[in-house]
């Protein structure tokens, strides 16, 4: 792919992204994406949000479950990137209408005190955070349906990034089974979906370290004073206006947000 193939296809996600219009995916016309050009599409797209005067404060991984790589059918995690711009204040209002076809998941967040760059252990990560809180990711999709993507799909459509929302409580680790959190999701008060926080990587600080991993491969460091999205627990469900969608992670707190 060249640099002017980048541009191009970046430019068709960010468009149908603004213009709320599905498209079909990028490997129809370019069937050898690769994950490597895919990943440069990501960048790009990134760059012209910056440009818009966007400012990165989070990543996210994705695909970090079996349930959700069984739900997607999908490999391998992925990573994303989140701005200031898409992140929604606890006990906020998702605007639904600004998406396309947008879906709720529930994950955990870690603050990230100091940067971390390459190969680091759990143990780096765990000393590197200064807490962790429940989250509710928003996706969205700029593709036709929302499935039968491939991964360089989705990883040039920014892993399928719209918004996202972190519980104002972040507390330390110390202490902390953060394998063993059971997390429950509900819309409406009703509880839709419900899992063990090691569904997230096994682990949810593992998810931590191969985000690392996977940025040093591109020459991406986790820069100090991220948020990381660790992940979802569960399949996502789709999230309608006048939807309330409450996580709560029993022995960290809850999370709520509300759909219009
Ligand atoms: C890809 C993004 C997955 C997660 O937490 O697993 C993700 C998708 O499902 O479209 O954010
Ligand atoms: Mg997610």
Known sequence: MTP???ERLSLRLHDARLARQEIDRLTVEVPDLGLSGAYAIQADGMR????????????KMGLTSEAKRTQMGLEA???GVLTDRMQVAAGGTIPVGTGIHPKIEPELVFRVGRELRGAITMEQAAAACTG???ALEVLDSRYRGFKYFSLPDVVADNSSSFLFVVGDDFRPLEGLALDRLPMA?????EVKQRATSDAISGHPLLSIVQLCALLAERGGVLPAGSLVLAGAAT???P??????VELVVEGLGSVAVTAE
Do not use: H, T
């Open 132 to 134: 962790v809180a429940p």
């Open 4 to 6: 002017s193939d980048i």
């Open 235 to 237: 399949v996502a469900e």
């Open 77 to 79: 995690p992925v990573y």
């Open 48 to 59: 012209r949000r910056f440009e818009a005067g966007e400012r990165q404060v989070a990543l």
């Open 239 to 244: 999230l309608q206006a006048g939807d309330r």
């Open 185 to 189: 999701m509900s819309v409406n008060g």
